[in-house]
């Protein structure tokens, strides 16, 4: 770790913040003739990658300057009255929680953009789509550095307009009816999240998160609570996506392309399940734990209902696209960050921030992977990849074959690799609940979580069978294998996979004791 001075961390956060937006800006305007490389287009691209590799780079410092002795305490902080009528601040700051998010949103946006230099997707001006992922970027990551409930909202909400135009503009089949689908249902939550959040700003009289997450409650009514639980959370678990409010994901996911999906499953996901850590818990304990039990009555069911419609779109003659059966899987590993969070545990709260890094890491992964299959062959349908052409990606192009042989095996929850930590201790979060909660109800939920690692071990291993085992019976033997700008783009995500894996308490020592403190009520 490295030694920064306070004003240098807060001028770090906010450029990560803001910094993506002038770069949107810049990115729309003509570029310089010296700038323009072989043509206009190649230059813009390469400016989205100038611009998120100086925000990856900045968020990186950041991380190594954060005082990792004291995680639970704000840092970087800045905080500037904005609109003193209702008290709204510019507050920015970040700890052991948000700061793994903030790192995890501006690697994987960098990547993308890296990617996509190389691998453009089809359709209008590199310009309009290199704008779109930088104002997605600096919403996502404003999402996690901000400490004011109405300006969460704003970030929040500043992300659905670009993934909107991505999937609309730049997707595959039915981009027009996913991305209405994809706006329309998170609009409406969110529509009745802002009721919530307004409800306890105006109740308690501020819309600082710090000042509300310390007073822990106590300044709102048991009644209060409930209401502001059940606004908030709906538009929380549109986002997560829970089970039943997920049905929009599998249609956004297939239509988008590939760097839409990495960034959907990646860093957009994590914002819902990021809203019921830091505002529902620590503010509105009493109305969490009135909803608990429903919340992971929900999760479970989200990952049978997740893992079964896996199941079915991986068996023979289903004519299952791999896209749409990786997006079922997110509906099945954010249940278990809800079951995670539900348990309102030190244990399973860390169990669900931990489950989120690996997914954002695996299923990023995964969905680079299953772009490029779906490049080389033409087709993500699984009975056409293993059927008449025959997919064999060990025999054609076995180092993708076994890159996506690891990333299966990698979200099934395997040992030593990222996916097992988070799912494994939001389970023991569920086999000893906090007080209150109905043990015997938690240990039902824990049961059928751990049944559906049995299911999602199934199907993964079904699709790996498929894809890359898949008898070969015409086409060429060889196909392109990982090219040099693929092998950059997925190779971090394959190493911190690896190194979450092994390390775990690397990143639960940045997380447990900011929990400690949430869930104590701000108290260190």
Request: charged residues 10%; glycine residues 12%.
């Amino acid at each position: 770790m490295i030694d920064i001075s306070e004003s240098v961390m807060q001028f770090l956060l906010a450029f990560i913040v803001v910094g993506p937006l002038i770069g949107a800006v810049a990115a729309l305007l003509p570029a310089p003739p010296g700038l323009k490389g072989k043509s206009p287009d190649q230059a813009v691209l390469r400016h989205g990658v100038t611009v998120t590799g100086a925000i990856l780079i900045a968020a990186i410092v950041l991380a190594l300057g954060f005082d990792h002795d004291h995680p639970s305490k704000m840092q970087a902080t800045t905080d500037i009255s904005w609109i003193p009528a209702l008290d709204v601040r510019i507050h920015l700051g970040i700890d052991g929680i948000s700061l793994p998010l903030l790192v995890l949103t501006a690697l994987l946006t960098f990547l993308c953009a890296l990617y996509s230099y190389f691998k453009m997707p089809e359709g209008p001006s590199p310009k309009a789509f290199v704008a779109l992922v930088l104002v997605l970027e600096s919403g996502t990551l404003a999402t996690f550095a901000v400490l004011d409930l109405l300006l969460f909202f704003l970030a929040f909400e500043m992300v659905l307009i670009p993934m909107y135009f991505l999937i609309a503009r730049w997707g595959g089949a039915q981009k027009q009816a996913a991305a209405w689908k994809f706006i329309l249902y998170t609009l409406l939550g969110s529509v009745i999240m802002l009721l919530g959040l307004l409800l306890i700003g105006l109740r308690s009289g501020t819309f600082d998160m710090v000042a509300l997450a310390t007073d822990n409650g106590r300044g709102l009514t048991s009644s209060v609570q409930v209401i502001a639980v059940l606004a908030i959370g709906i538009g929380l678990a549109v986002k997560t996506p829970m089970w039943p409010l997920h049905s929009w994901l599998p249609d956004a996911h297939t239509a988008a392309p590939t760097v839409g999906s990495v960034l959907l499953a990646g860093v957009l996901l994590k914002m819902g399940t990021y809203g019921f850590v830091r505002i529902l818990l620590p503010i509105t304990p009493d109305g969490m734990q009135t909803f608990a039990p429903y919340l992971a009555a929900s999760a479970v069911v989200g990952i049978i209902y997740g893992s079964l419609a896996c199941l079915a779109l991986a068996r023979p003659g289903s004519k299952g696209d791999l896209k749409r059966l990786i997006a079922y899987s997110s509906v099945g590993h954010m249940g278990f960050v809800l079951l995670g969070i539900a348990s309102m545990t030190p244990t399973g709260v860390n169990g669900a921030l931990f489950a989120n890094i690996a997914h954002g890491l695996i299923t990023g992964l995964l969905f680079f992977l299953v772009g490029a299959v779906k490049d080389r062959y033409g087709t993500a349908d699984l009975d056409t990849l293993s059927g008449a052409t025959g997919a064999a990606l060990y025999g054609r192009a076995p180092r993708l074959g076994g890159l996506l042989a690891f990333a299966a095996v990698a979200s099934l929850g395997l040992p030593g690799l990222a996916g097992f930590w988070g799912e494994m201790l939001a389970l023991f979060g569920a086999f000893d609940p906090a007080d209150g909660l109905s043990r015997p109800a938690f240990l039902t939920f824990m049961s059928i979580g751990a049944f559906g690692t049995l299911l999602t071990a199934a199907y993964m291993l079904i699709v790996v069978r498929r894809v890359c085992m898949g008898e070969k019976r015409e086409g060429p033997h060889r196909m392109a294998d990982i090219q040099t700008y693929e092998f950059a783009a997925w190779t971090p995500l394959a190493a911190l996979t690896v190194l979450a894996g092994l390390w775990p308490a690397v990143l639960l020592g940045l997380t447990d004791p900011a929990v400690q403190k949430l869930l104590a009520g701000g108290k260190s």
